[in-house]
C-alpha cells in the first residue's frame, strides 16, 4: 500500500512540474505586445506577393511569401514554416524556385525570410548552379505608410558554405505592384 501511496505522490508530483511551466507561459503580455497562444508564445507572419523594381526594365521578378514563426523568448524563432517563391521572368519565359521556410525574424516593419530551395521550373538553371536544398533569403520593408521594399540575397554556388539562416541582405528594391501584410511579435509603437 506504501509503495502506491508513493508512486501515485510522485506521478502528482511529477505532473505538478510538467503544468507549472505552461501555466507561466500563459501569463499576460506586456503592453503593446502581440500574443499568440499559451502553447505558443509570440506569433508573427508575413504574406503577400509583390513585383518589384529590377535594374533590368525588361524583365520582371516577384516574390510571393507565405511564413509564419513563433517565439517564447528573444528575437530568434523557436519555430517557422511555410514558403516562398522567387519568380524572375526573362525573355517571357518564367523561371521561379519554390523555398521552405526555415526561419522568419520580425522587427517593426522590417522581416526577414530564409528558405531552403524545393523545386524549380522545368531547365531553370538554379537545378545545375545551386542544386535543391541551397538556402536564400529575402529581406523587407513593410511600412505602415510609404512604399514596401525586399532584398534578395540569391543562392551559394554548389560545394559553398550555405547562406547563414534567418539572414539576408538589405531591402534595396522598391514594391512597384501588390504588396505584404506583416503581423509582427511586438506591436508596432507611434513614431515619436
Known amino acids: 500500500m506504501l509503495k502506491k501511496t508513493l508512486r501515485s505522490s510522485a506521478v502528482l508530483a511529477l505532473v505538478a512540474a510538467v503544468a507549472a511551466p505552461a501555466g507561466a507561459a500563459s501569463a499576460t503580455a506586456p503592453p503593446g505586445v502581440a500574443t499568440g497562444t499559451a502553447a505558443t508564445g509570440f506569433a508573427s507572419s508575413l504574406k503577400g506577393e509583390a513585383r ?13 511569401v507565405d511564413a509564419h514563426s513563433v517565439y517564447h523568448q528573444g528575437s530568434i524563432p523557436v519555430r517557422s514554416w511555410g514558403t516562398f517563391r522567387i519568380s524572375h521572368v526573362v525573355d517571357g519565359r518564367d523561371y521561379w524556385g519554390d523555398l521552405k521556410v526555415d526561419c522568419l525574424t520580425t522587427g517593426g516593419p522590417t522581416a526577414t525570410v530564409t528558405g531552403r530551395l524545393v523545386r524549380t521550373s522545368p531547365g531553370h538553371p538554379w537545378i545545375d548552379t545551386l542544386g535543391l536544398g541551397t538556402r536564400m533569403g529575402v529581406s523587407f520593408l513593410v511600412p505602415e505608410d510609404g512604399p514596401a521594399r525586399a532584398g534578395l540575397s540569391g543562392g551559394t ?29 511586438v506591436a508596432r509603437q507611434p513614431a515619436g
Open 157 to 185: 554556388a554548389k560545394g559553398k558554405p550555405l547562406l547563414t539562416k534567418c539572414m539576408a541582405p538589405a531591402a534595396d528594391m522598391a514594391v512597384t505592384e501588390g504588396g505584404y501584410t506583416l503581423h509582427d511579435r
Open 52 to 64: 518589384l523594381a529590377y535594374e533590368v526594365t525588361t524583365e520582371q521578378v516577384r516574390v510571393t
